[in-house]
Structures are given as structure tokens and as C-alpha cells.
DNA sequence: TCTGGGGTCCTAGGACCC
DNA sequence: TCTGGGGTCCTAGGACCC
């Protein structure tokens, strides 16, 4: 039975929920921008066209941006959420199998689509109807030749949304124009590899000799000249694994030396973390804890702790965070950044009973405390740590209002 | 002045075991 | 005098993705 895998990959995502309740934004260049408005992380059409790179600097183009009226915003992930979930819930409706893969994409299974065309442009229209969110399906025998497909589709508009790589002949001019840096798995390091190798576009990649590809490069890469062959290495992904590492962490809206700065932010990225942790019902073996200090890029340092036992309560992980932080902190330096991962998860129902007998009520009064942290709204209930800064906030100066997850932040209509 | 955050997988190399 | 080698596990680091 052969596969047939789609891509459904959101236009321009970011600026596109932008536009939803901005009308105003409508065919004008606008930019989004990462956490503390550092970076460029989505452009529309008329962006890109202007030539900003993704993943620019801000400050780098701000007099750019004044001179050609690009709006750039803040990122607003509440409303991405939601808008997220809206989209990916047309599909789960519409297709028998969705695999999500990020917040604007997921795969959906064709394999017994007796015409995958007309119900890819059938999906495409239904998507844009119900949440005004225009996409692009890119269509294929394998999730390589998918994702190329896509790609072409959205340089080229006559396509209108919905590429198919099935017929060989159009599949390897396809390829022919195709970048090999816009091969999926192929980012800036493997790309300039391979073109010292004469391997400029994606054909060449397809043509190359996978034993050579593999000894030279990885298993991955060999499975990327398969894939680009028509043969599938990559399959739907059938169970949602749960995470291998939870990972919090923040650049501060400005430098800090305080250690009582460092501490509060850190104490906010363990909540976080252990939120995470909870909700997929896991506990953690082992924590890192590390800051960044010093002038861009900044130095890392980390350091690390193994618990006895699997942990998951809050109090336990604040404490172990904190106790690393001060490890690690030295005065008189000036700290842009800090972190926290928690690795070695398993479930929780899985701990070993402890060697040692537990003390009862502490456990409790810590398992309730965690939930609450969990639950309740910021203002109402914090941990002390938490209390002693603020410093580390970041920057958010354009952002737009939470329409669809805030009351008080629903757009509201004029008389 | 201002440079994101959250993940995954693979590989090489060291420690250790028999 | 001869001075192994194969397997596994762990970790750090690098590359990629969005």
C-alpha cells in the first residue's frame, strides 16, 4: 500500500493571526517578533518581498522598517495557541489521520484518497472559511518530496495553495530548481558541506550515492536521498510520545548582576518547567540549571543535579534550582540570560517505592502546593523567590491583546 | 542600547565490563 | 616475551527542525 503523506503548513502563521483581528495589517508589510522583540520570526508576502531575512536582528532593521512603514510586532503566543488549535481541529475533522508537528504545520495521511487534488484544494478552502487562516498543502510519496512540494507552492502563486510531487518527470524538475539548503533536514552546515561536493541543488542530492552520502555525512542524510527517491524513511508519527526534556528559560529584558534577580527569574522558569512536568504526569531524575553572561553571544555555564528518587513537586525543584543558580553565580558579572532543563523523565506512577520511609504530611503539603502554583492566576499565588525582582521581564512594547483567550482583552465592536 | 525559545536525533569518545 | 577486543552505557556536543 503506498503512502501518501500532505503537509498542511500555515501561510506566513504569526502575522497571519496578526491580520485576523487587524484588518487594518491587510497588504501592508508586517513582521513579527521573537520573546523581548529581539528577532524577526515571521514576515508576510510583502516582507519577505522587501527582503527582510528571517531570524534578523530587530534593532538591525528598525530604521529600514521606518523608511518602507513595516509594522513589526510583538509576539502574542496565547493568541497563536488558540488559533492553532482552531486549525488543527478543521483537520482532525476532515482527515482520518493528523499529525501535528508545530504550531503551523501538520501532516495529514492521503494513502487511501481517491483524489488527493480536489480534496486538498477542498481542505484548503474549508480551512481559510472557518478560520481565516490561509494555508498551503504540499503532496507527495514520501514527508521529503511533501515538504518540497510545499515549498514551490509557496513561491509560486499559480499553484494556488496545493502542490502534488507524484509524476517523475515534474518531480525532478521540481528538484532541479530546489536549493539544496531547502531540503528538509538540510540546514546551513550540511549545506555548504555538500556543496564543496558539487551538490548545489536537490537533484543532486537525489542523484548522489546513499552509502557514500551515509559514511561521509550520517543515516540521516542517507534517509533524505531515499526520501528524495520516493522511497519513505520518515512514517507518520502514530503515538504522541511524551516530552524526553522539558526545557524553560529566557533572555531578561536587560542585563542583571543581582543574584537576588537571577534567583527570581529562575524560580519562574522552574514553575514552568514543573507545570510541564506535571501536566504529562512525569517526574524528572536530573536537573541543569544554567545562565549566559557577558557580552553577545555570552558564555554559558551549567550545572547539574541527579535526584535519588524521581521528583515532581515544586518545592523540591526551586530548591534544587536555587541551590545550582548560587553555585554558578559570581558577582560583578552581567548575566543576559538563565535556564532550567529537567531530563530523565519518566511517569510517575513508575517511582520506586522509597527506600526510605517518606514523611507524609510534608509530601502532601508540598503535592497541594504544587497543584495550586499550577492552577491558580500569577497575582493570587507565588513562590518567595519569585518575589525578590522583576528585573528579568521582558520587553513586549507591540503587543496585541489576547482576543481569544483573555475576557477582558475581547475585541470589542464600535457603535 | 537592542541578537528567541523549545525541542529532537545522531555521533564520537570515554568508562567500564568480561 | 606476550601487552585484546568487543560490547554496552553514558555524556557532551553538534546538527537539525519550527
Redesign the pocket.
Known amino acids: 500500500m503506498k503512502k501518501i503523506f500532505c503537509l498542511v ?1 500555515c501561510d506566513n ?1 504569526y502575522v497571519s493571526c496578526e491580520r485576523l483581528f487587524n484588518p487594518a495589517l491587510e497588504g501592508k508589510p508586517v513582521v513579527v ?7 524577526i ?1 515571521s514576515r508576510s508576502q510583502e516582507a519577505k518581498a522587501l527582503g527582510i531575512p ?7 532593521w ?1 530604521a529600514f522598517f521606518k523608511k518602507h512603514g513595516v509594522i513589526a510586532l510583538s ?1 502574542n503566543y496565547p493568541l497563536y495557541g488558540d488559533i492553532s488549535s482552531r486549525v488543527m481541529q478543521v483537520l482532525e475533522e476532515s482527515a482520518p489521520f493528523v499529525e501535528i ?5 501538520a501532516w495529514i495521511d492521503l494513502s487511501n484518497c481517491p483524489s488527493p487534488e480536489d480534496f486538498a484544494r477542498k481542505l484548503r478552502e474549508k480551512i481559510g472559511r472557518w478560520t481565516g487562516i490561509p494555508v498551503t498543502l504540499g503532496i507527495g510519496p514520501t514527508k521529503t518530496l511533501a ?1 518540497s512540494a510545499s515549498k514551490i507552492a509557496k513561491k509560486n502563486s499559480s499553484l494556488k495553495g496545493v502542490n502534488l510531487l507524484f509524476d517523475e518527470e515534474e518531480t525532478a524538475k521540481v528538484l532541479s530548481s530546489l536549493e539544496i ?13 555538500l556543496k564543496d561536493l558539487g551538490i548545489h541543488k536537490a537533484i543532486d542530492l537525489k542523484n548522489a550515492d546513499p552509502f557514500k552520502i ?1 559514511k561521509t ?4 542524510l542517507e ?1 533524505t536521498v531515499w526520501e528524495l527517491r520516493g522511497i519513505s524513511c520518515f512514517g507518520f508519527e502514530e503515538n504522541i ?12 529584558g ?2 542583571l548582576s543581582r543574584l537576588d534577580d537571577l534567583r527570581a527569574a529562575t524560580a519562574n ?1 522552574v514553575k ?2 514543573g507545570k ?1 512536568l506535571r501536566r504529562f504526569g512525569l517526574a524528572t531524575r ?1 536537573m ?1 540549571v544554567f545562565i549566559r553572561h557577558g ?3 555570552g558564555c554559558m555555564e ?1 550545572a ?1 543535579f ?1 535526584f535519588m528518587e524521581p521528583v515532581e513537586d515544586l518545592m523540591n525543584l526551586l530548591e534544587t534550582a536555587d541551590n545550582l543558580l548560587q553555585a554558578l553565580y559570581k558577582p560583578r558579572r552581567t548575566y ?2 538563565s ?1 532550567v ?1 529537567l ?2 523523565l519518566l511517569p510517575r506512577e513508575n517511582h520506586q517505592a522509597s527506600f526510605w520511609p517518606r514523611e507524609g504530611e510534608k509530601e502532601k503539603k508540598y503535592h497541594t502546593l504544587s497543584h495550586l502554583l499550577d492552577e491558580l492566576p500569577k497575582p493570587l499565588l507565588r513562590v518567595g523567590t519569585e518575589l525578590f525582582g522583576e528585573n528579568w521581564r ?1 520587553r513586549a512594547q507591540r503587543k496585541s491583546p489576547s482576543y481569544t483567550s483573555k475576557w477582558e482583552e475581547l475585541p470589542v465592536v464600535k457603535a
Not at 101 to 105: C, G, R, V
Not at 217 to 220: A, E, G, H
Open positions: 503548513d502563521f517578533l521573537s520573546n523581548n522583540d529581539g528577532c520570526v528571517m531570524g534578523a536582528p530587530f534593532f538591525q528598525e509576539s508537528y508545530s504550531i503551523d504545520e515538504k539548503e531547502d531540503v528538509w533536514g538540510i540546514g546551513k552546515k550540511l549545506a555548504t558541506k551515509r555525512f550520517s543515516v540521516m534517509r510520545d511524551p516530552p524526553k526534556q522539558i526545557l524553560s528559560s529566557q533572555t531578561f536587560q542585563p522558569f514552568e518547567a510541564k536530573r541543569a557580552s553577545f553571544p551549567s547539574s541527579c543576559t540570560k535556564g532543563v531530563f530523565d521582558l
